[in-house]
């Protein structure tokens, strides 16, 4: 199971609104009662002091690519200096207006954190320079949203199901294992399409931007209906919402490939609304799918979508053909050498492992020679597709961790191989 709750961020998007909400509110306040304004400066300072560290913090988990749990705050406006100023107003013509008066005298001494005004007017010099210290630190996260790959969403995701409990999804399947007698690629594929027909269902996809008809004419939504049982309920709007989830996935033969990077910007710009039952869901699916395409593997139907001829449409190199260029210099052969002897590899470089380790050891590899693009040499040598998706399933599971524990551990060994 996923929450939602991460207290730090959760509570810098609290700290952010509140702190715009209350200044909305003050504005339209027509009192004179000097302690209740000051008080509310207070309080202005404090929450713009308590909440620049944290945002701090995270645009520095930006810097790392990591996001635990998005702002979904009106980045143009709480980024702007003019628009706090202007939410800041009222605060300012108060106290200007009771500049005069000394706080001591008022019995309104009061100091936080290295901050001890003497009149009014220095309080809100304060709160003004902390205020406006965080529209910038919001401007950064605005800039820094704006850079981000695709990419970065599909870590995002990565990163939530990390924490997602697959014990239910593991159970559900073995479940319809023991019920369904002999498994074929007709029975897969009738699960499969139910518990995405389930998930259709929910509606969750409602909160994505709606299909047009030149969209839904490219989704054939009838056939996908025919792998249902017959007495299965749609709901009213399930070909627009069918047409909305087919935007998450492609097709290598028979299985289907999420497209991770969709899944979670709509995650991410839809944080606010989605319940954690919801992202649950969106977890839930997916580890569901997972199973059913390994054990779709596994049947003779599909044995020839294993290992699919490569998107650029080359013919695989035969074995202990060619290397890659970026994968026959002499740092990489010693590196070969080295993953061959702890029998991760055969004589002709091809991977002796399971299609998600072998997506961890080119990841690593990739890693250690400096490749930038890690998965293009590899799926060429292995003639293998949608590496990437392997090494984010691996990433997914706790067995696969440990492998690459051991595998860090062999190939950061410095003995001549």
């Given at each position: 199971?996923?929450?939602?709750?991460?207290?730090?961020?959760?509570?810098?998007?609290?700290?952010?609104?509140g702190?715009?909400?209350?200044?909305?509110?003050?504005?339209?306040?027509?009192?004179?009662?000097?302690?209740?304004?000051?008080?509310?400066?207070?309080?202005?300072?404090?929450?713009?002091?308590?909440?620049?560290?944290?945002?701090q913090a995270?645009?520095?988990?930006?810097?790392?690519?990591?996001?635990?749990?998005?702002?979904?705050?009106?980045?143009?406006?709480?980024?702007?200096?003019?628009?706090?100023?202007?939410?800041?107003?009222?605060?300012?013509?108060?106290m200007t207006?009771?500049?005069?008066?000394?706080?001591?005298?008022?019995?309104?001494?009061?100091?936080?954190?290295?901050?001890?005004?003497?009149?009014?007017?220095?309080?809100?010099?304060?709160?003004?320079e902390?205020?406006?210290?965080?529209?910038?630190?919001?401007?950064?996260?605005?800039?820094?949203?704006?850079?981000?790959?695709?990419?970065f969403y599909?870590?995002?995701?990565?990163d939530?199901?990390?924490?997602?409990c697959?014990?239910?999804?593991?159970?559900?399947?073995?479940?319809?294992?023991?019920?369904?007698?002999?498994?074929?690629?007709?029975?897969?594929?009738?699960?499969?399409?139910?518990?995405?027909?389930?998930?259709?269902?929910?509606?969750?996809?409602?909160?994505?931007?709606?299909?047009?008809?030149?969209?839904?004419?490219d989704?054939?939504?009838?056939?996908?209906?025919?792998?249902?049982?017959?007495?299965?309920?749609?709901?009213?709007?399930?070909d627009?919402?069918?047409?909305?989830?087919?935007?998450?996935?492609?097709?290598?033969?028979?299985?289907?490939?999420p497209n991770?990077?969709?899944?979670?910007?709509?995650?991410?710009?839809?944080?606010?609304?989605?319940?954690?039952?919801?992202?649950?869901?969106?977890?839930?699916?997916?580890?569901?799918?997972?199973?059913?395409?390994?054990?779709?593997?596994?049947?003779p139907?599909?044995?020839?979508e294993?290992?699919?001829?490569?998107?650029?449409?080359?013919?695989a190199?035969?074995?202990?053909?060619?290397?890659?260029?970026?994968l026959?210099?002499?740092?990489?052969?010693?590196?070969?050498?080295?993953v061959?002897?702890?029998?991760?590899?055969?004589?002709?470089?091809?991977?002796?492992?399971?299609?998600?380790?072998?997506?961890l050891?080119?990841?690593?590899?990739?890693?250690?020679?400096?490749?930038d693009?890690?998965?293009?040499?590899?799926?060429?040598?292995?003639?293998?597709?949608?590496m990437?998706?392997?090494?984010?399933?691996?990433?997914?599971?706790?067995?696969?961790?440990?492998?690459l524990?051991?595998?860090?551990?062999?190939?950061?060994r410095?003995?001549?191989?």
């Amino acid at each position: 199971m996923v929450t939602k709750n991460y207290e730090e961020e959760k509570s810098l998007r609290e700290l952010i609104l509140g702190l715009s909400e209350g200044l909305t509110v003050y504005r339209g306040l027509n009192k004179n009662f000097v302690p209740m304004k000051v008080s509310f400066s207070q309080c202005t300072y404090m929450t713009a002091i308590t909440a620049i560290p944290v945002l701090q913090a995270y645009i520095a988990d930006l810097d790392r690519d990591i996001c635990r749990e998005p702002l979904c705050l009106d980045l143009d406006e709480m980024g702007s200096e003019d628009c706090w100023k202007e939410k800041l107003a009222k605060l300012r013509s108060d106290m200007t207006e009771l500049e005069e008066v000394p706080l001591l005298q008022k019995d309104l001494v009061w100091g936080y954190k290295g901050f001890f005004p003497n009149t009014t007017a220095e309080f809100y010099q304060g709160v003004e320079e902390k205020v406006m210290e965080l529209a910038r630190l919001i401007s950064q996260v605005q800039q820094k949203m704006a850079e981000k790959p695709l990419s970065f969403y599909g870590k995002f995701y990565h990163d939530l199901r990390v924490q997602y409990c697959e014990e239910q999804a593991v159970k559900d399947f073995k479940y319809w294992q023991s019920h369904s007698g002999i498994p074929s690629l007709v029975k897969l594929k009738m699960l499969r399409a139910e518990k995405i027909a389930d998930f259709i269902n929910s509606g969750i996809l409602r909160l994505a931007l709606k299909s047009c008809d030149i969209e839904q004419d490219d989704v054939d939504v009838e056939q996908f209906k025919k792998q249902l049982p017959h007495d299965y309920a749609c709901v009213k709007d399930f070909d627009v919402l069918c047409t909305v989830f087919s935007r998450t996935i492609g097709w290598q033969g028979d299985i289907l490939i999420p497209n991770y990077n969709c899944a979670g910007l709509f995650i991410f710009q839809h944080w606010v609304e989605l319940t954690e039952e919801q992202i649950n869901a969106i977890f839930r699916l997916d580890k569901m799918l997972e199973q059913i395409h390994e054990e779709m593997q596994h049947l003779p139907e599909v044995e020839a979508e294993k290992d699919p001829a490569p998107a650029c449409g080359h013919p695989a190199p035969e074995r202990g053909g060619e290397l890659p260029d970026v994968l026959a210099t002499p740092e990489a052969m010693r590196l070969w050498r080295k993953v061959q002897k702890f029998g991760y590899v055969d004589e002709y470089f091809q991977p002796l492992l399971s299609r998600s380790e072998a997506a961890l050891l080119a990841f690593e590899m990739a890693r250690i020679l400096d490749i930038d693009d890690q998965w293009k040499a590899f799926e060429t040598l292995w003639n293998r597709r949608n590496m990437s998706r392997d090494y984010y399933t691996a990433m997914s599971q706790k067995k696969s961790r440990d492998f690459l524990d051991g595998l860090r551990k062999d190939l950061g060994r410095t003995e001549e191989c």
